[in-house]
């Protein structure tokens, strides 16, 4: 295995092995907090029939840090982390995540609206093995999958 992918998998491990004392102490209404937050954990979630996106997001200062996990029905299930931080509603981070035994690289972009959090699709160009978006400001947030703000476990 390469540094990168056991460097991945060992920060996916200590992220879901630690939860934050304080959050566990917190009314479940502290979780709904804008994924602006200065400092602290939000988790989001979106569950349907046969697919499932969470996300846990780690707030230092600026920077935002968090576990993404996707299992969409027809779709390989794909885990990974990410690391951005927020340009206004926007939510820009770069996705490391593995998938059918591979690490791979991506940008994502989520939206917070009224306390959601929507992710952004758009045209995506890949450059020295990592895609990105071709264009923030013409992604659009029309997609079904709408994740809320729920409780850290």
Same mark, same amino acid.
Request: proline share 2%; glycine share 6%.
């Given at each position: ?11 996916? *491990? ?5 939860? %934050? ?23 989001? /979630?979106?569950? $349907? ?6 996300? +846990? =997001?780690?707030?230092?200062?600026? *920077?935002? @840090? ?5 299992? =969409? %029905?027809?779709? #390989? ?5 990410? &690391?951005?931080?927020? +340009? #206004? ?24 609206? &009224?306390? @959601?959090?929507? /992710?952004?699709?758009?045209? +995506?160009?890949?450059? $020295? ?5 071709? #264009?923030?400001? *013409?992604?659009?947030? #029309?997609? &079904?999958? +709408?994740? *809320? ?5």
């Amino acid at each position: 295995m390469s540094y990168k992918t056991l460097s991945t998998l060992a920060l996916v *491990s200590l992220l879901f092995s630690c939860q %934050d004392e304080a959050a566990k102490k917190e009314p479940a209404a502290d979780a709904a907090k804008p994924a602006a937050a200065e400092q602290g954990i939000n988790c989001y /979630e979106y569950i $349907n029939q046969a697919d499932t996106v969470t996300l +846990r =997001l780690i707030h230092t200062g600026e *920077s935002i @840090s968090g576990i993404l996990v996707y299992h =969409l %029905d027809g779709k #390989d299930a794909n885990k990974g982390t990410l &690391q951005g931080n927020m +340009r #206004d509603s926007l939510l820009v981070a770069n996705y490391s995540f593995m998938s059918e035994g591979m690490t791979s690289e991506r940008q994502v972009v989520f939206k917070l609206d &009224q306390g @959601s959090l929507v /992710e952004g699709y758009g045209e +995506r160009v890949v450059q $020295n093995d990592k895609e990105t978006f071709k #264009d923030l400001s *013409s992604l659009k947030f #029309d997609s &079904q999958i +709408r994740l *809320s703000p729920v409780e850290c476990k």
